[in-house]
T-cell receptor, first 115, second 116 residues
């Protein structure tokens, strides 16, 4: 049973460029959340997708956007990259069960470096 | 404003002894707490969780204690093993966000080193 898979694992982009990161959730999961982990910090919540809609959003600018597809996979897009966007981007999946979700399973992350 | 704080950046213990990792939170809306372990080049792995209606949850060598009045929780690992060496993150979420995993707020993590 494949867990949460993210691609690519590493990426180098130039300031001002745009980037798309991809995530396939664990089999059976329908909810995808994205987190940014800067060096020496804990992961910070960016947003969450369920039923192809953004359900919750953290304190991130509109340059960060996302999408969820009918097969529950998800993309994270970041426009006009800044040096400060350099971080590990983590995708987490879970299963929505009415008022509860299962514990989130994380992918290995995408290391984004902006130069 | 950090709502989840892990004040010890690192902890070193001997194999076989107890490891105690601490976490404090400030947001009274937090209702569900989780611990994750992270090895380098891997994503966080779920360890154990606790709801605010409990004060203790145990799973094998891992026990989480919650003191809601003090807004404090701790993770106990007994006995500690060298394979437990990793970064441990405390995370919290409010129940009224609709589920146990919505919008996790993480601490900065504690690096645990278990020496043979």
């Amino acid at each position: 049973d494949a867990g949460v898979t993210q691609s690519p694992t590493h990426l180098i982009k130039t300031r001002g460029q745009q980037v798309t990161l991809r995530c396939s959730p664990k089999s059976g999961h329908d909810t995808v959340s994205w987190y940014q982990q800067a060096l020496g910090q804990g992961p910070q919540f960016i947003f969450q997708y369920y039923e192809e809609e953004e359900r919750q959003r953290g304190n991130f600018p509109d340059r960060f956007s996302g999408h969820q597809f009918p097969n529950y996979s998800s993309e994270l897009n970041v426009n006009a990259l800044l040096l400060g966007d350099s971080a590990l981007y983590l995708c987490a999946s879970s299963l929505n069960k009415g008022d509860l979700n299962t514990e989130a399973f994380f992918g290995q992350g995408t290391r984004l470096t902006v130069v | 404003d950090q709502q989840v704080k892990q004040n010890s950046p690192s902890l070193s213990v001997q194999e076989g002894r107890i490891s105690i990792l601490n976490c404090d939170y400030t947001n009274s809306m937090f209702d569900y707490f989780l611990w994750y372990k992270k090895y380098p080049a891997e994503g966080p792995t779920f360890l154990i969780s606790i709801s605010s209606i409990k004060d203790k949850n145990e799973d094998g060598r891992f026990t989480v204690f919650l003191n809601k009045s003090a807004k404090h929780l701790s993770l106990h690992i007994v006995p500690s093993q060298p394979g437990d060496s990793a970064v441990y993150f405390c995370a919290a979420t409010p129940f009224n966000s609709g589920g146990s995993n919505y919008k996790l707020t993480f601490g900065k993590g504690t690096l645990l080193t278990v020496n043979p």
